[in-house]
């Protein structure tokens, strides 16, 4: 196979925070997309994040966590509860590199 036929425009995808824990608190499960392949820039800065440091973290992640028509959710003027975001980052990482 050429790498070349590897080679695609992303694609959004669903992920569904969906555990126990989730559907307890909030009643259902909760879902947000993300595209399935990073530019480089996103990967780089993902892959250079402190993860001591949530400010870094949250930076990286927020253009990552879209609504399914590719749009931020996290913006200047909305944030999530903490909690959820945190779920979101984990998905976001164990997610890289599976698609």
């Known amino acids: 196979m050429k790498l070349q036929d590897l080679a695609a425009k992303p694609k959004l995808i669903e992920i569904i925070l969906d555990s126990d824990d989730v559907v ?47 749009q931020q959710i996290i913006t200047e003027d909305n944030m999530l509860p903490t909690r959820v975001l945190m779920l979101c ?7 890289l590199g599976k698609f």
């Open 24 to 70: 307890k608190e909030f009643g259902e499960p909760i879902s947000f997309w993300t595209w399935d392949r990073q530019p480089m820039h996103i990967f780089v800065k993902l892959a250079s994040v402190d993860n001591t440091n949530i400010g870094s973290m949250m930076s990286a992640v927020r253009e990552l966590v879209l609504n399914e028509q590719g």
């Open 89 to 95: 980052i984990t998905r976001i990482v164990e997610s």
